[in-house]
């Protein structure tokens, strides 16, 4: 009852985008599932080998599970006033139109080469409507956060201040933020692909690969504590684990284009080492906003935070003031 009262005091374009991320949600859900029994309905033996033959119910709970986490970055990123976190759920947007583009040639594939291809004439519409809506809401989702932009404005400076440098201390700090949301996703998603579509239970890489999903977790939150706490030492950790990240996706990718290992991954080559890609990428800018972000600490923008969170220390319990970037009181004109 108050998350329905709560929702109908917030302006008519936060709404609408809420409505909007829920609706592309139900949409993809619904096609996806159609898509799927469809298949499995149709499709003799759709499962009878370890990989190929499953690539298509992965690819299609990707796109769900995309769809949902999707809905969720910008939900929580409109409740919370989080323009950053918008914006990268119209760039998360991008990211699953691209995964439905690369599933609509695999399925493709897939079906004219091994089994019938009146199947395929059948769900190609509703892929294509798949890709349609990732990109119409991607479009409207990026007008829309042009004026979100605007209304948000004010309330980034409500929750810091006029301060320049704390202001873009702020915004890398919501940044890093959202990277480790994507980074979860990404890592969680390439993990579990991996792990079903080219492993098999004795492979050597299977116990190693498996301990990444847990350990992913567990990596992502120490980094989100040591940002929240300012603690260069977790941070630098963090920093040294994402190096390590890198190493164990660049050797994924490699070992993709052995000879030696290339009955494995033929048939999921392109799709894995797009995700393989992908996921250097979101490290690279996850790495780069990390070393910026440990930069920043000892700057006064940890005690600012904690003002907003209503967690003052004894030098700031008196509202009508912030601190700024070298970590002196300051008048609060908003107060």
């Not at 898509?35 to 690819?59: H, P």
């Not at 940002?227 to 390590?244: A, D, Q, T, Y």
């Not at 910026?292 to 700057?299: D, E, H, K």
């Amino acid at each position: 009852m108050a998350i329905s009262e709560g929702f109908k005091k917030m302006p008519l374009m936060h709404q609408l985008c809420c409505w909007l991320a829920a609706l592309q949600s139900a949409a993809i859900i619904g096609l996806e599932t159609a898509i799927l029994v469809y298949v499995l309905k149709n499709v003799e033996k759709v499962f009878s080998t370890w990989s190929s033959d499953k690539s298509v119910a992965i690819y299609f709970l990707l796109l769900v599970i995309a769809a949902i986490y999707g809905a969720f970055l910008l939900i929580s990123g409109v409740i919370s006033g989080d323009t950053i976190q918008i914006i990268g759920s119209c760039v998360f947007n991008l990211f699953a139109m691209s995964l439905a583009i690369f599933r609509y040639f695999q399925v493709r594939h897939w079906l004219y080469t091994k089994f019938r291809d009146d199947v395929f004439s059948v769900i190609r519409g509703q892929m294509i409507a798949t890709i349609c809506i990732l990109a119409g809401v991607t479009v409207v989702l990026g007008i829309m956060t042009y004026f979100l932009y605007n209304d948000f404005g004010w309330e980034i400076y409500k929750r810091v201040g006029a301060d320049m440098k704390i202001r873009r201390m702020y915004i890398n700090y919501r940044a890093l933020v959202l990277l480790l949301k994507m980074d979860f996703f990404v890592f969680v998603g390439f993990a579990v692909t991996y792990i079903i579509l080219i492993l098999k239970t004795t492979d050597p890489e299977f116990g190693i690969t498996v301990a990444f999903v847990p350990l992913t977790l567990l990596v992502l939150l120490l980094a989100f504590w040591a940002l929240r706490r300012e603690s260069v030492f977790m941070m630098w950790v963090f920093i040294f684990l994402l190096c390590g990240s890198t190493a164990y996706f660049v050797f994924k990718c490699a070992r993709m284009y052995d000879p030696k290992q290339e009955a494995k991954f033929l048939e999921q080559r392109p799709m894995m080492t797009y995700y393989t890609i992908v996921s250097l990428v979101v490290i690279a800018a996850t790495l780069q906003q990390a070393v910026t972000c440990l930069a920043n600490f000892g700057y006064g923008l940890k005690e600012r935070v904690e003002i907003t969170r209503g967690k003052r220390s004894d030098m700031e319990q008196i509202q009508d003031y912030y601190v700024n970037a070298a970590g002196d009181r300051r008048m609060n004109l908003d107060g």
